[in-house]
């Protein structure tokens, strides 16, 4: 897996998956992880994304310490 991220336009025709980045993640690969929970994950961004991808893992049993932050902006 190699996820990307992408600004495109409606006109750009672009195919590609649409939407925030962390939803994207969990409907194409996280919801099919075997043990999610048992990952550790780095993310990086401002603060209102990074508290959604946060809300997003532990509501999936992530537990705080497999979450490391770089906060652009906090």
Do not use: S
Request: hydrophobic share 40%.
């Amino acid at each position: 897996m190699a996820p990307r991220a992408v600004r495109a336009k409606p006109e750009d025709n672009w195919t590609g998956y649409k939407g925030f980045i962390h939803q994207v993640l969990l409907e194409n690969y996280l919801k099919m992880h075997p043990a999610p929970e048992d990952c550790e994950y780095y993310i990086c961004g401002p603060p209102m994304m990074n508290a959604a991808v946060i809300k997003m893992l532990t509501d999936l049993g992530v537990e705080p310490e497999n979450i490391m932050m770089d906060d652009f902006g906090g």
